[in-house]
C-alpha cells in the first residue's frame, strides 16, 4: 500500500510545539511564499491596513509581514495556546501592532471577534489540519464575514497535486477543488498564483503547496457560516 504523505500534531503540548517551531523554520522555498504574499499586500492593502492570519502557529508569517510593513495591524489567530506563546515571543518587536486571538475555525464564532473589518486575511500551512473540503468552506466563509468590501484572501497550504499517485489525508485536495470552496464561500477571482515544491514522484509531507488568491465578493450573500458553533468539529 502506498504510505499516505502527512502527520499528527500535538499543538496543545508546549514541548512539542516548541521543537516543531524550531524545526519549521522557513526554507528559501517558504520563504519565496512569504515574499509572493507580501507583494500582494503591498499592492491591495492600505499602509495602515489590518491583516488577520488563521493559525499564526510559530509567528514566522507573521514576523515576515511585520518586518516589511511598518504600519499594519495585525491580529494572529490559533487553536493552540503554546503557539500562540511562541508567536508573541517572536513578535515581540511589533507588540504594540498585533494581537493574538485562541479561536477552533471549526467550533467558535471566530469572524466575530476578528478585527474586522480587514483589509486581508492570510494563512499558511493552517487550514489543511480543518480534515475535510466542507471544513475548509466554512473558514473560508468564515474570512469572507471579516473582511470588508472586497477585502483579499491570501491562502497558502499543501494540496493535492494533479497527476498523484500518492494518498494523501483528507486535508490536502486539488487546486480545483479550493477555487470551488472559495466561490461557494462568498469569493470572486479566485486563482491559484502558483505551486511551490512540486513533487509527484517522491512527496515529503512538506512539499507540494499553493498560494490561493481571491477577493470578497462585494454585495454578495455570504454562506454560512450562519451561527455560532455551526459545523463545529468533530
Known amino acids: 500500500m502506498t504510505p499516505a504523505v502527512g502527520a499528527d500534531h500535538e499543538f496543545h503540548d508546549p514541548a512539542y510545539v516548541a521543537d516543531w517551531a524550531e524545526r519549521f523554520e522557513p526554507t528559501p522555498d517558504r520563504l519565496a511564499l512569504f515574499d509572493l504574499m507580501l507583494s500582494e499586500l503591498r499592492t491591495r492593502v492600505p499602509p495602515a491596513g489590518r491583516v488577520v492570519e488563521l493559525g499564526i502557529g510559530p509567528g514566522y508569517l507573521a514576523a515576515h509581514l511585520l518586518g516589511a510593513l511598518p504600519a499594519v495591524r495585525y491580529q494572529g ?26 479561536a477552533d475555525l471549526l467550533a467558535d464564532p471566530w469572524w466575530r471577534d476578528a478585527a474586522g473589518p480587514a483589509d486581508a486575511v492570510v494563512s499558511t500551512w493552517a487550514l489543511h489540519d480543518l480534515g475535510a473540503p466542507a471544513h475548509v468552506e466554512h473558514a473560508y466563509a468564515g474570512c469572507a464575514k471579516v473582511l470588508g468590501g472586497r477585502g483579499l484572501l491570501l491562502n497558502g497550504d499543501f494540496i493535492k497535486p494533479d497527476g498523484t499517485i500518492h494518498e494523501y489525508e483528507p486535508g490536502r485536495f486539488t487546486i480545483a477543488t479550493h477555487l470551488d470552496l472559495l466561490r461557494r464561500a462568498g469569493f470572486e477571482a479566485a486563482e491559484c498564483l502558483r505551486v511551490f515544491e512540486k513533487e509527484l514522484e517522491a512527496p515529503t509531507p512538506a512539499q507540494n503547496y499553493a498560494l490561493f488568491r481571491a477577493a470578497r465578493r462585494a454585495g454578495a450573500a455570504v454562506a454560512g457560516p450562519e451561527s455560532d458553533g455551526e459545523e463545529g468539529a468533530s
Open 77 to 102: 489567530i490559533d487553536f493552540s495556546r503554546p503557539m500562540l506563546d511562541v508567536a508573541a515571543r517572536r513578535l515581540g518587536p511589533h507588540a504594540d501592532r498585533v494581537v493574538f486571538m485562541r
